[in-house]
């Protein structure tokens, strides 16, 4: 069936802003289209004229330190990411939040700008990358900016920008200092659907006498959009990690997060079940991490 | 169009493309290379993976146009020449390989992960391979080969045959040998029905019901006939015999027409062939049908009920099956205990790796030829002429490979549709399933509510069972109640049992039919009994294993059927041999016993156990025969025919050795031609675990005559008695002279004796329930225990180790054997642990492979013992008997006994549901 008319291959961001702006019908994005292009061809989404095919633009597929930075382009595999030794030391969440998507194969052309603009609450990649307070680089044809990506989502598999005139070119997030670390852990189904029953990363820095100096906590899906838990990780910072620590700061992000019962996927109260226990597992990895 | 220059195996190719053809169809429609294989469509397998520049990608969703430039590597271009990659050595030899759909993308991805790492260890492999699917399980041999030629690559060590303790005792039975086929499955060269093609072929479509039940009011297909490029709309006025197809009722209409009715989501409304799929599909669209929704019953047991809309005017109950042994009102007069339960078993997909496909073309003398991965190739050719309305000879079924079957390609699928589409264009009509389509029509495992009621004495003795049995078979009859049936015998478990009183209801619903699939009914019914005899060991406290060998069956005891076992009952050994090897690595403590995990607070293991054993053969008075025709060709190979399917179980195999054993053959001198309706006789269905006895049976009977024929006319020409003629190594030692088998059969010629003859086996007659004497002439028998491992938190559930015993009779094909049983293992974990297929109200949930999740290398047990008992049948080739079903069947109530154990949580249906099991858990407060 004709899923699409046109798969355009641009060579340059500028090339890719042209196509998706010069469609006369619908236009989409792609990257290593292991999720739209399947959702196309099973007609769980509507036929698109053209897609945009931004794999092959290399300046999205950059890894590099920007000063007190790492640049991550958004054309980097997920294979990429999990093999490159830069974010092995300052992304580790990211690496293993992305280490735990798919096999090789579907690792190898996934992208992690992909992963973001599916926009969905428990993306892996993007709940990884929001511990660590990234931003998101928006091209557009008037150029460059940054935002930070947590306020980029509007809802499930929706994004506050025009996905016709804007591309996601990359992310930025801060260099690993000492006493800093982070970890991703997630919950599966084994039966049904890929996709996480709840994921969780956190990014967090150790102070002089031990104590969880700050913290950030991202997990999913724990509303219509990616969640960051604001009010646990104000909870958690300047406190030393201990047993009653970690039984307040457990209510705490309770209380904050929005979880629901998904058919076939898992009930409400299971998902709280496991937040603690994720909550448990990233904290005391990430503190593990920032120790070494 | 664009166009598409690319290398692809060391060679640049240049074509014309459209924008959203995929690389798969690319490879394989357009450059030939069929060796990629599709499996499921949809980015979840890993079968159509193929290296990008040495990266391993999934063809089935990589747009061609993305291959511009760039270096494809597909399976066949691993090895170099007649120089097989290590890779496709180790897999051969290691036995790696059971159906071989899968096999390239393994050896293709593991060619990936050894240029990475080329020394991996198994948790490298456990990520390479995590999405690189196996329906035969055919995982811990496939690590096993990729360590042998990561050595061969490395250390230059030759990649050797594993050993087993078990077989062995003749030359070639018994003895460790390659799959004949391994070669070309490990190439890509092996041809699978969609790896088919002729020229002008059309394509064809199918549409579907979409509603689970209703009146079909009106049909328009006159748009859908316009559309250029289509070449035949056919409904059900178009077929020119019978309508209705069934294995053993016919009453599944190949179409539905206007006026009748559609009893479930995936009935036919119409067919198209057309020049290209897309151009099919399309025209599917343009097909005006109106259905009137009927209400619908998706639930057995309500289907029972009196005011239960009917799926068919018959009414809802296919069978009621009744089993009565003594009497039951005084087996539980007698017994001091009483218990009683309910279990649940869902429905389950066959996921076998190679959707259905059916070719048919009408040849110059108007015979209709059919090419399809059948499990019974004359059953096919017979209902195919039957809706043609043509005498049996007037078609012909030939079987290419066979991707996987489990039971899942025994009834008619496209078969018919594409014999009709051929007559009614002249054209050669290709019907490929989708992985979607495959999932909403062929018949599944029944769901089962099974009832458990057990009276015993307070030492253990059981003196009643009484189980009532409810079977969803669906919207069709297909086997369902054969399946039932065996349900129905086996619901009491391999025990003596005095008293028994056994109903059982197979009835219709308007749900996907359910038919045959790997444990036939008795896999249900283990589950339900063997859950049950823990909760009685527990309630009695007498350890697990004590309570089952006590009450098993042995050679002279009396099944709930009233039959006497004469023979080849290893249960008790089976059962010795696992709890020694259990014991033996709890070093004798008591394994049922809930231990912690070392640094895993949350954790908790404890061990399962269950006890199960499956008739060989279709027994129950139904006529099991096989024929087999053998024939010295002329080149001196010997050669057998059978029509019976090679399903990946390794048939092949096992009837090439039993050849070759009985004529002294070296292996290569023995071709084995199987699945072609023309050139091969009837060696039955692919079901029951019945080939190795059966057709077995056969070819050892017809190469024994032959031998005997061999024997006589050199006895009578070279005037000797036939003891002093010697046949070895591939020859015949005649007065000092050697000769070959190509002197020989020109001798025969010579003497007017045809070299070649016909066997037809009869196995021992068996007779219907209620009847007296035997029901089946053998039973195979297993014990089982695994290790689990649970999170109390979590409620996650992770097999940990398995150590299992099956008495096979004798084991023919000892590398087949191992690698079918550990498979059968595997199977059984994703039915207890990963597998559900979801129906609600008649709707498909789990219409995609993404939805329904077969276990992955992931779920291999970190430690698998497989023992074997070979406990001979006096009837059986060399004693053997079947082994195909059993290994699946004990393995779901071993691991919710498990479960239990190590947390204290009954679980009265599979697959698990961590999420219940975490809430039940935190309840019992543990």
Partial sequence: MNHFQEYLQPKSIEEALNDLSSATGSVAVIAGGTDLLLELRQGRHPAIERLVDVSGIDSLRDVRVEGDHIYLGAGVTHKEIISNPLLGEHARCVVEGCGLIGGPQVRNVATIGGNVAHALPAGDGTISLLALDTEVQLATAEGTSWEPLIEIFRGPGEVNFDRKKVLIAGFRFRTKDEKEGSAFQRVMRPQGVAIAILNMAAWLKIGPDG?????????????????????????????????????????????????????????????????????????????HRANL | MKNLTFVVNEKEHTLEINPDEMLSDVLRYRLGLTGTKVSCGEAECGAC????????????????????????????????????????????????????????????????????????????????????????????????????????????????????????????????????????????????????????????????????????????????????????????????????????????????????????????????????????????????????????????VDAYKEDAPLVHESGN???????????????????????????????????????????????????????????????????????????????????????????????????????????????????????????????????????????????????????????????????????????????????????????????????????????????????????????????????????????????????????????????????????????????????????????????????????????????????????????????????????????????????????????????????????????????????????????GNAAKFAAITLRNKILSTLSEKYNLPPDEIILDKGLVHVNGRKLTFAEVRSLMKEEGHEPKLLYEYKSPETTPLGEPGDKHFAYSFAAQAVEVEVDLVTGEVRVVRAVGTTDVGKAINPLGLQGQTEGGLIMGIGHALTEEFIVEDGQVFTDYLSRYRMPSIHHVPDEIQVMIVEDPTSDGPYGGKGVGEISTMPVPPAIVNAIYNACGVRMNRIPVDQDWLAGEIAKEGR
């Fill in chain 2, 49 to 300: 993976t193929v290296l990008v520049d040495g990266d391993p990608i999934l063809s089935c969703n990589y747009p061609a146009v993305k291959a511009r430039g760039k270096h494809i590597t597909t399976i066949e271009g691993l090895s170099e020449g007649e120089e097989l990659h290590p890779l496709q050595e180790a897999f051969i030899k290691h036995g790696a390989v059971q159906c071989g759909f899968c096999t390239p993308g393994q050896i293709v991805t593991a060619a990936a992960l050894l240029n990475e790492k080329p020394d991996p260890t198994d948790e490298d492999i456990e990520y390479a391979l995590n999405d690189t699917l196996c329906r035969c399980g055919t995982y811990p041999m496939i690590i096993n080969a990729i360590h042998a030629a990561a050595d061969k690559i490395n250390q230059g060590k030759l990649i050797e045959y594993p050993s087993f303790d078990f077989g062995g005792g003749h030359d070639v039975v018994g003895q460790v040998v390659p799959r004949p086929e391994a070669k070309e499955k490990v190439t890509g060269e092996a041809i699978y029905t969609d790896d088919i093609s002729f020229p002008d072929m059309l394509y064809g479509a199918t549409l579907r019901a979409g509603v689970p039940h209703g009146r079909v009011k009106t049909l328009d297909i006159s748009k859908a006939r316009e559309l250029p490029g289509v070449q035949a709309v056919l409904t059900a006025e178009d077929i020119p015999g019978r309508l209705n197809h069934g294995l053993i009722i016919q009453d599944w209409p190949a179409l539905v027409g206007v006026g009748q009715k559609v009893r479930y989501v995936g009935d036919a409304i119409a067919i198209v062939a057309a020049d290209t799929q897309d151009i099919a599909r399309q025209a599917l669209d343009l097909i005006e049908v109106d259905i009137e929704p009927l209400p619908a019953v998706t639930d057995p």
């Fill in chain 1, 211 to 287: 104590e969880i100096e700050r913290t950030r906590i991202s997990c999913g899906p724990a509303g219509p959009k990616p969640f960051r838990a604001y009010q646990t990780e104000k909870f958690l910072a300047g406190k030393k990690w201990d047993d009653g620590v970690y039984q307040q700061a457990a209510e705490i992000l309770g209380g904050e997060v929005s979880l629901r019962t998904s058919a076939h996927r898992a009930t409400k109260e299971y998902r709280h079940k496991l937040l603690p226990v994720l909550l448990q597992k990233v904290i005391e990895k990430a503190i």
């Fill in chain 2, 317 to 695: 109950l296919l069978k009621h099956i009744k089993v009565n042994k003594g009497d039951i009102q005084k087996g539980f007069q007698e017994a001091e205990v009483v218990f009683e339960d309910t279990f649940y078993t869902p429905t389950y997909e066959h996921a076998f790796m190679e959707p259905e496909c059916s070719i048919a073309r009408v040849l110059e003398d108007g015979k209709v030829e059919v090419y399809v991965g059948s499990q019974i190739p004359y059953s096919d050719r017979d209902q195919v002429a039957e809706a043609l309305g043509v005498p049996y000879h007037k078609v012909r079924v030939k079987g290419p490979l066979v991707g996987g079957g489990f039971g899942g390609k025994e009834d008619i699928v496209g078969q018919i549709h594409a014999a009709l589409l051929a007559n009614a264009t002249g054209k050669p009509v290709k019907i490929l399933y989708d992985r979607h389509e495959s999932l909403l029509v062929h018949p599944k495992r029944h769901a089962t509510q099974i009832t458990v009621k057990l009276g015993l004495k307070k030492d253990g003795t059981l003196t009643a069972a009484q189980t009532e049995l409810y079977g969803d078979t669906g919207a069709y009859a297909s086997l369902g109640a054969k399946v039932m049936g065996r349900a129905t015998t086996h619901s009491t478990g391999p025990y003596v049992v005095p008293n028994v009183k056994i109903d059982c209801y197979a009835m219709y619903t308007n749900n996907p039919p359910a038919g045959a699939f790997r444990g036939f009914g008795a896999f249900q019914a283990a589950f339900a009994i063997e859950n049950m005899m823990d909760r009685v060991a527990e309630a009695l406290d007498i350890d697990p294993i004590e309570l089952r060998r006590k009450n098993a069956l042995r050679e002279g005891s009396i099944t709930n059927t009233g039959q006497v076992l004469h023979d080849s009952v290893g249960l008790v050994e089976c059962i010795d041999k696992t709890a020694q090897a259990v014991m033996k690595i709890t070093a004798g403590e008591d394994p049922f016993l809930s231990r912690a995990v070392p640094g895993e607070p949350n954790k908790r293991r404890a061990w399962g156990f269950s006890v199960t054993f499956k008739n060989t053969g279709l027994g129950e008075g139904a006529p099991d025969n096989a024929s087999a025709e053998i024939e010295i060709l002329v080149d001196g190979r010997v050669e057998t025919r059978i029509s019976s399917a090679e399903i990946g179980q390794g048939l092949v195999t096992v009837l090439q050795q039993i050849t070759a054993e009985e004529l002294k053959l070296p292996l290569e001198q023995v071709n084995i031609y199987l699945s072609d309706t023309d050139l091969t006789p009837d060696g039955g269905p692919t079901t029951g675990s019945r080939q190795t006895y059966i057709s």
